[in-house]
């Protein structure tokens, strides 16, 4: 009997898995980057490789995905108030770069002989940096939360935001025939309202259904559901936004900031993570696949110079823009080799040109493939980069990486801090685990006796491996205001019943570590600045006993304070600090150091009846 087929052809999935597998580790083995090992593959079995897929466009169509799903977990880290931080950045910074790119990218279209919509549209699609590319690098180089990352991260969500307005003026510059003249307007403004309808939407679903939503879920205590629950997210917004004839990006993007400070947020990143990384590494494939290697062959003088002419243009329009905002040489530099290539929202935007008329077939095919060139050239500019501007990289040379630690306490961060921390409880025999990530610091805390096992403190596995789960409580002693909080939510989110003691670094940050939940927080200076003050009042001849009243007092009245600009803002509690202006000042009532004493007899019989009066009313 002959076997029956099922229907389902496996060669191309098996294909794409495996021209992944066995791309990537090869590139990244050679220095090249994952990215690179992607696209390459993509190459090797697209249409004008090997040729096991003949519609690349099909893939990348469902490879799109992954993108949206960077962008949702993006936005699960990207709350409301730490995106209203970055306005300045996004609208500032990032305005400044489009606006300075478009009009350079601009310029040499026209200057080669191309019409001003052309070439507007040309430029424009080239100054979309690729979200995907850029959010990678910086996710592999750990550089998502640092000051420079968090800049790039501001542009690129003003490069999304751009996509809408650009999309109206493709629209706008198309040929419009006379039959259109009456009705193009109006159409065009029906889409932008559209749009903002769509936004709006999102914005309401988002503030009001989603939370109730994953609560009754939760209750239902179905795994399953709730991942499903997840991705439905993730995909309807970008959905959304779709229909709305905006970025499916932008939508995913939205929906990861209005869930961001939900109880939620770790288990939504939990369960989309596999499929981003899934569908990320298939984008990548799926771009190297859409790289028409007839038209390369055919127009290759003609792409190889738009490629190199326009990713110089725009490397050195974001290197001015990044210096004259005062940003150091190497960070400019950096930034414009990072940025310097197109991206994939570029696609959206010639697709439009082409169906509005403003460029022909084989245009759309050139732009694609100089897009295209673009983002693999990319990953071996930064390495060009790295080679002239060489930088001391960390060696794990005799540095132990954190596996199945067991300490009964868990110190994150062995800097000045954490040393200190430590000692009384190395002194009484307390079994300690130090994790950090700072590998000369590990180095040379062995020379001293100390065993530092290297991991980073934000990332919940390494919470795991490093014995989170397991430990009586955990030290968070890092330096740096961000990171401390980050790692206090997600020890609050997965070891809820572990008690959290944190450095702060500031009345802000003690704020913020209060509330993601830890147990005790300590600004770092708070206590060395009470007994240099107490020092100094007893070296001016104060009695010890009184410098101590003192001391309390004033942790009295910061404790006060700290509690009221928890409830209000920073600027609350201002009364219980004590200035040096001369006058008076009001102060806050604070209770009597004494209990008061008579002296007459009226005023004993007064007091008398006071307290009778108030022990009745208790």
Same mark, same amino acid.
């Given at each position: 009997?002959?076997?029956?087929?099922t229907?389902?052809d496996?060669?191309?999935v098996?294909?794409?898995?495996?021209?992944?597998?066995?791309a990537?580790? +090869?590139?990244?083995?050679?220095?090249?980057g994952?990215?690179?090992?992607?696209?390459s593959?993509g190459?090797?079995?697209?249409?004008f490789g090997?040729?096991?897929f003949?519609e690349?466009?099909?893939i990348?169509?469902?490879a799109e995905?992954g993108?949206?799903m960077?962008?949702?977990i993006i936005g699960?880290?990207?709350?409301?108030?730490?995106?209203w931080?970055?306005?300045?950045e996004i609208?500032g910074?990032?305005?400044?770069?489009?606006?300075?790119?478009a009009l350079?990218?601009t310029?040499?279209g026209?200057?080669?002989?191309?019409?001003v919509?052309? &070439?507007?549209?040309?430029?424009?699609?080239?100054v979309?940096?690729?979200?995907?590319?850029?959010?990678?690098?910086l996710?592999?180089?750990?550089?998502?939360?640092?000051?420079?990352g968090?800049r790039m991260?501001?542009?690129?969500?003003?490069?999304d935001?751009?996509?809408?307005?650009l999309?109206?003026?493709?629209a706008?510059?198309?040929?419009?025939?006379g039959?259109?003249?009456?009705?193009g307007?109006?159409?065009?403004?029906?889409?932008?309202?559209?749009?903002?309808?769509?936004?709006t939407?999102l914005?309401?679903?988002?503030?009001?259904?989603?939370?109730?939503?994953?609560?009754?879920l939760?209750?239902s205590?179905?795994? $399953?559901?709730?991942?499903?629950?997840a991705?439905?997210?993730?995909?309807?917004s970008?959905?959304?936004?779709q229909?709305g004839g905006?970025?499916m990006?932008m939508?995913a993007?939205?929906?990861?900031?209005l869930l961001?400070e939900?109880?939620?947020?770790h288990?939504?990143?939990?369960?989309v993570?596999?499929f981003?990384?899934i569908?990320?590494?298939?984008?990548?494939i799926?771009v190297?696949m859409?790289?028409?290697?007839?038209?390369?062959a055919?127009?290759w003088?003609?792409?190889?110079?738009?490629?190199v002419?326009?990713?110089?243009?725009k490397?050195?329009?974001?290197?001015?823009?990044?210096r004259?905002?005062? &940003?150091?040489?190497r960070e400019?530099?950096?930034?414009?080799v990072?940025?310097?290539q197109?991206? $994939?929202?570029?696609f959206?935007?010639y697709?439009s040109?082409?169906?509005?008329g403003?460029i022909?077939g %084989?245009?759309?095919?050139?732009?694609?493939a100089i897009?295209?060139?673009?983002?693999?050239?990319?990953p071996?500019? +930064?390495?060009?980069?790295r080679?002239?501007t060489?930088?001391?990289e960390?060696?794990?040379?005799?540095?132990d990486?954190?596996?199945?630690?067991?300490?009964?306490v868990l110190?994150?961060?062995?800097?000045r801090f954490g040393q200190?921390?430590?000692?009384?409880?190395?002194?009484r025999?307390?079994?300690?685990?130090?994790?950090?990530?700072?590998? %000369?610091?590990?180095q040379?805390a062995?020379?001293?006796g100390?065993?530092?096992?290297?991991?980073?403190?934000?990332?919940?596995?390494?919470?795991h491996?490093?014995?989170a789960?397991?430990?009586?409580?955990v030290?968070?002693?890092?330096d740096?205001?961000d990171?401390?909080?980050?790692?206090? $939510?997600h020890?609050?989110?997965?070891?809820?019943?572990?008690?959290v003691?944190a450095?702060?670094?500031?009345?802000?940050?003690?704020?913020?570590?209060?509330r993601?939940g830890?147990d005790f927080q300590l600004? $770092?200076?708070?206590e060395?600045?009470l007994l240099?003050?107490g020092?100094?009042l007893e070296k001016l001849g104060?009695?010890?006993?009184?410098v101590?009243e003192?001391?309390? %007092?004033?942790r009295?009245r910061d404790?006060?304070?700290?509690?009221?600009?928890?409830?209000?803002?920073?600027q609350?509690?201002?009364?219980?600090?004590?200035?040096?202006?001369?006058?008076?000042?009001p102060?806050p009532?604070?209770?009597?150091?004494r209990?008061?004493?008579a002296?007459?007899?009226?005023?004993?019989s007064?007091?008398?009846r006071?307290?009778? %009066?108030?022990?009745?009313?208790?």
């Amino acid at each position: 009997m002959a076997a029956e087929t099922t229907g389902v052809d496996l060669i191309p999935v098996v294909a794409l898995l495996a021209a992944g597998v066995v791309a990537v580790p +090869i590139f990244k083995r050679l220095g090249l980057g994952s990215i690179l090992g992607y696209l390459s593959a993509g190459v090797i079995i697209g249409p004008f490789g090997i040729g096991v897929f003949s519609e690349a466009e099909t893939i990348l169509h469902v490879a799109e995905l992954g993108v949206v799903m960077f962008l949702f977990i993006i936005g699960l880290e990207m709350q409301p108030s730490r995106l209203w931080g970055l306005r300045r950045e996004i609208f500032g910074l990032g305005a400044f770069q489009v606006g300075l790119c478009a009009l350079l990218l601009t310029s040499i279209g026209l200057a080669t002989g191309f019409s001003v919509a052309q &070439s507007f549209v040309a430029g424009a699609g080239f100054v979309l940096t690729s979200t995907a590319i850029v959010m990678q690098l910086l996710e592999e180089r750990g550089e998502m939360s640092t000051p420079k990352g968090q800049r790039m991260v501001s542009i690129l969500l003003l490069e999304d935001l751009a996509i809408v307005p650009l999309l109206a003026l493709v629209a706008f510059l198309a040929p419009v025939s006379g039959n259109e003249v009456d009705t193009g307007w109006a159409g065009r403004l029906s889409e932008i309202g559209i749009g903002i309808a769509s936004i709006t939407g999102l914005v309401i679903a988002g503030r009001y259904l989603l939370n109730p939503l994953f609560r009754i879920l939760a209750d239902s205590r179905a795994r $399953e559901v709730m991942t499903a629950a997840a991705l439905l997210v993730v995909l309807g917004s970008a959905l959304a936004m779709q229909l709305g004839g905006l970025s499916m990006a932008m939508g995913a993007f939205l929906a990861g900031v209005l869930l961001s400070e939900s109880t939620f947020r770790h288990q939504l990143e939990a369960d989309v993570e596999p499929f981003r990384g899934i569908l990320l590494g298939m984008f990548f494939i799926a771009v190297g696949m859409s790289l028409d290697l007839l038209v390369v062959a055919a127009n290759w003088q003609m792409i190889a110079f738009y490629v190199v002419v326009y990713m110089l243009a725009k490397g050195i329009g974001i290197y001015v823009v990044a210096r004259c905002l005062r &940003s150091g040489h190497r960070e400019a530099l950096e930034r414009a080799v990072i940025m310097a290539q197109g991206g $994939e929202f570029a696609f959206v935007l010639y697709s439009s040109a082409l169906a509005v008329g403003i460029i022909d077939g %084989e245009s759309n095919a050139i732009l694609t493939a100089i897009i295209i060139i673009s983002m693999v050239l990319t990953p071996l500019a +930064i390495m060009v980069l790295r080679r002239l501007t060489p930088q001391d990289e960390q060696s794990l040379e005799d540095v132990d990486v954190a596996a199945e630690l067991s300490g009964t306490v868990l110190v994150i961060g062995f800097g000045r801090f954490g040393q200190i921390a430590s000692q009384p409880l190395l002194l009484r025999g307390v079994d300690v685990s130090i994790i950090d990530n700072d590998v %000369e610091m590990i180095q040379a805390a062995a020379d001293f006796g100390f065993k530092v096992y290297y991991g980073d403190g934000t990332r919940l596995d390494i919470l795991h491996a490093a014995g989170a789960g397991r430990a009586r409580a955990v030290l968070i002693c890092v330096d740096k205001a961000d990171v401390a909080v980050r790692i206090a $939510e997600h020890l609050r989110a997965e070891f809820p019943l572990i008690p959290v003691l944190a450095r702060a670094y500031d009345r802000g940050t003690a704020i913020e570590l209060i509330r993601a939940g830890v147990d005790f927080q300590l600004r $770092e200076t708070f206590e060395s600045a009470l007994l240099f003050g107490g020092s100094t009042l007893e070296k001016l001849g104060e009695d010890p006993d009184e410098v101590a009243e003192v001391i309390e %007092e004033v942790r009295r009245r910061d404790a006060a304070r700290l509690e009221m600009q928890f409830a209000g803002d920073i600027q609350s509690g201002r009364n219980y600090l004590q200035g040096n202006i001369p006058g008076p000042v009001p102060t806050p009532l604070t209770p009597p150091r004494r209990a008061a004493k008579a002296l007459n007899e009226e005023a004993a019989s007064v007091i008398a009846r006071k307290t009778t %009066e108030q022990t009745e009313r208790n």
